[in-house]
């Protein structure tokens, strides 16, 4: 790399950022930080959320998301899970449908329902933890 | 215009996949992420929206997870999340530079899988011990 073949400067090479005029990084970092929150909030929802409450009556989990730190807990798991998932799914489509049009109903429709069922599942917890 | 067979760039096919594990890890990752987010997010709107919904809706659906297939679904969706996780964690290791070179490739998928094994199985015990 020190061996330089090119007369760009490396500065202006990394300006360049590609034919796609504009910067990868943020949807790459965007992707990368809520996967970092869902390492412990993965865990939590498997061992503490759900394991816990198998075969639980309508009163035992009501109890269970009427305490405000695992309705928290529930609510960072569905934002960073959704929002996750909705910029790996869209990564999935952009590689494989070749398209222009079926491609951009495809992104469209994942982050339709992505706003949907995170919307869905956030006015849900809060119902329960709040709504009594 | 006489046209002549000209090479063609290989196919999938030509790769044993079999025998190449990291690119099995690779693919395997991928499609796990896809189905977490439209099966597994499915399941998991189905518990939490029934819920709030009131007692016999919530009753409902626990009795459907109660049922083989509820169990099929579960102790599936234990596997997938806990494989996309721990080789999600070989991925953040990547993004820092580290573990490139194929024997350590190789190792990394390998404790990726014994601890998504080990994960699903804890998960199990616990869970049926919690019944």
């Given amino acids: ?18 034919s ?13 930080l809520p996967a970092i929150a869902l390492v412990p909030l993965a865990l939590w929802f498997v061992f503490v959320a759900v394991i816990p409450n198998l075969g639980a009556s309508h009163a035992e989990i009501v ?3 009427g305490s ?21 799914l869209i990564v999935i489509l952009e590689d494989y449908i070749q398209a222009h049009t079926a491609r951009n109903i495809a992104v469209f429709a994942t982050k339709l329902y992505a706003a949907l069922g995170a919307a869905l599942a956030a006015v849900s917890i809060l119902k329960l933890s709040v709504g009594g | 215009m006489k046209t002549h067979p000209r090479p063609l760039s290989p196919h999938l096919q030509v790769y044993k996949l079999h025998t190449k594990v990291t690119s099995m890890l690779s693919i395997t990752f991928r499609v796990f992420g896809a189905v977490l987010m439209t099966a597994g997010t499915f399941f998991f709107l189905l518990w939490i929206v029934s819920a709030a919904s009131g007692a016999s809706a919530f009753e409902a659906v626990q009795g459907f997870y109660g049922t083989w297939f509820g169990y099929l679904v579960l102790f599936g969706f ?4 806990f494989y996309h996780l721990c080789n999600g964690i070989r991925h953040l290791l990547w993004d820092t530079g580290f573990g490139f070179d194929m024997p350590t490739l190789r190792k990394t998928g390998a404790i990726a899988i014994g601890a998504a094994a080990t994960l699903s199985v804890l998960a199990w015990i ?5 019944l």
């Fill in chain 1, 68 to 88: 405000p730190f695992n309705a928290t807990l529930m609510l960072l798991t569905v934002l960073c899970g959704f929002y996750h998932g909705m910029l790996g």
């Fill in chain 1, 63 to 65: 109890a269970f998301m």
């Fill in chain 1, 1 to 18: 790399m020190s061996l330089e073949t090119s007369l760009r400067s490396a500065l202006g090479r990394a300006r360049g950022l590609g």
């Fill in chain 2, 126 to 130: 616990a869970g049926l011990a919690a």
């Fill in chain 1, 20 to 32: 796609a005029k504009e910067g990868a990084a943020s949807h790459w970092m965007a992707e990368r």
């Fill in chain 2, 78 to 81: 234990t596997v997938v999340l």
